[in-house]
């Protein structure tokens, strides 16, 4: 594709119940991010991949928060047993290389814990 | 302008007239910085870049003005324009780490 995809692009969930979120970056990136947005917010990092090379998970805020990528493409984002203070828009972003250079943002998926 | 931690800043400017949105980072040792737009429902989209061998770099309509002296960034936009009026983000890199994004500026843009 042309750029950055996620979906959902929007979810509403019950508190205590898991989500995932997905994200395909730009074909041939071999970096990958998360990050969280809250109302009126910067944006949070959650955690990278680059590669082959172990994730950086520093950013993730808990052990309810993982993610993977398979095959070094698709990206999963799941929160287990969500909470309310999880409610936020979940960007994801790429970039041909990891450090030094700009990356391409998805439009996001807005996550509603009720 | 802005700085991590506060709530959005904001900045108004009547159409036409130049636009300057400030950024304080956090590093000395960030080698890379990046201004973002952020329309309302969209994910940031790329601007301009610098690198800390540089205090000045200009784009279309835009300049991006880099003083490490006192880490200070400031994205200046010409002739401002309505489509322009979105969130900016300043973000910072240093080798071998991830972008650290500020909280951003709200610009309006009066008609």
């Known amino acids: 594709g042309a750029g950055v995809s996620q979906s959902p692009s929007n979810k509403v969930t019950e508190k205590g119940k898991d989500v995932e979120l997905r994200c395909d970056p730009i074909?041939?990136?071999?970096?990958l991010y998360w990050y969280r947005q809250s109302l009126g917010q910067g944006l949070e990092f959650l955690i990278y991949?680059?590669?082959?090379?172990?994730?950086?998970k520093s950013g993730l805020p808990s052990d309810r928060f993982s993610a993977e990528r398979t095959g070094g493409s698709v990206s999963t984002l799941t929160i287990q047993r969500t909470q309310q203070e999880d409610s936020a828009v979940y960007l994801c972003a790429s970039s041909l290389v990891y450090s030094g250079v700009e990356q391409y943002f998805g439009p996001g998926t807005r996550l509603t814990v009720t | 302008g802005e700085s991590v931690g506060l709530h959005l800043p904001t900045l108004s400017v009547q159409e036409g007239d130049n636009s300057i949105i400030n950024c304080a980072y956090s590093n000395s040792a960030s080698d890379y910085f990046i201004w973002y737009k952020q329309e309302s429902g969209k994910g940031p989209q790329f601007i301009i870049d610098i690198r800390s061998n540089m205090d000045k770099r200009q784009g279309q309509r835009v300049t991006v003005l880099l003083n490490k002296t006192v880490k200070h960034l400031s994205l200046q936009i010409a002739a401002t324009q309505p489509g322009d009026s979105a969130v900016y983000f300043c973000a910072e890199s240093w080798s071998g780490n991830q972008f650290y994004f500020g909280t951003g500026t709200s610009l309006t843009v009066i008609p």
């Open positions: 074909s041939g990136h071999t970096a």
């Open positions: 991949f680059q590669g082959n090379s172990a994730p950086d």
